[in-house]
């Protein structure tokens, strides 16, 4: 299934904070970020599902009910799993989901990069909202395009927030957190949003369950991923190896 380079570790609020204010070696940065980027972009390409259809119904079924209940409570779901038992790719179909598509009208999906620096999550958010913006022309937001990309990047956190806010208020909103590692990031990312009411969801995956369980208060929202049968576990290694393996090669190879 999917790998994942982030740790396992929980880490604490003054770590987080602490990464923010040290950096660390930008090079070791850039590569951690890229690697989370391609895990996602490879769960992107998967165009079926593989042994996690009863996961997929239950959760859509859930996101589709949620306006019809009477809490005003957020929706949170998360998945939580061990590295590489498919809660990217779980989580990518019922985003991509058309039955869940036509529910929000703004939508974003972003990998939680290590170590988390709020200022750098909140502008991959804006900037992937500010896309939806300019295509539907919607009036305040800024349009999308390098200059908006400059404008973003000059941001202080205050002015991402507003942004943001402004992005997202009196939208329907489905947002995805993808490879949450710790309580205390949940918490920074939670309380930088606006107030976002029952017609919002945002999913969560992450490797551990005080983690789920901290995002996600109800237990019916919090799913536990296992690992594929058997049968389903041969069918994904089949379909990886002739997405990544061109035929006549493989034939060539046999020779």
């Not at 990464?19 to 998967?46: C, I, P, W, Y």
Request: glycine share 6%; proline share 1%; net charge positive.
């Amino acid at each position: 299934m999917l790998a994942s380079s982030s740790n396992t570790t929980t880490t604490t609020t003054d770590e987080i904070l602490g990464n923010q204010h040290k950096g660390g070696d930008q090079n070791k940065v850039e590569t951690r970020s890229l690697t989370r980027r391609k895990t996602m972009a490879s769960a992107f390409e998967e165009c079926q599902l593989i042994g996690r259809e009863e996961e997929k119904s239950k959760m859509v079924e859930l996101i589709c009910n949620q306006s019809n209940q009477s809490t005003q409570d957020l929706l949170v779901i998360s998945v939580w799993g061990m590295g590489g038992v498919g809660k990217t790719t779980l989580v990518k179909d019922v985003y991509e989901s058309q039955k869940v598509i036509g529910m929000f009208e703004k939508r974003a999906c972003i990998t939680v990069m290590r170590p988390f620096i709020l200022k750098e999550f909140l502008k991959g958010l804006i900037v992937q909202l500010s896309v939806q913006s300019s295509s539907e022309k919607k009036k305040g937001a800024m349009d999308f395009g390098h200059s908006t990309r400059n404008t973003v990047a000059m941001m202080g956190d205050e002015a991402l927030i507003k942004e943001l806010a402004r992005l997202l208020e009196g939208n329907k909103c489905l947002i995805v957190l993808d490879d949450v590692s710790s309580r205390a990031e949940w918490d920074h990312i939670i309380q930088s949003f606006p107030k976002l009411d029952r017609s919002c969801c945002i999913l969560v995956t992450t490797r551990e369950e005080s983690i789920a369980k901290h995002c996600s208060k109800k237990e019916e929202n919090i799913y536990k991923l296992k690992f594929l049968k058997y049968k389903d576990a041969q069918d994904l290694f089949a379909r990886k190896v002739l997405l990544h393996y061109n035929p006549i090669i493989c034939v060539e190879l046999s020779l």
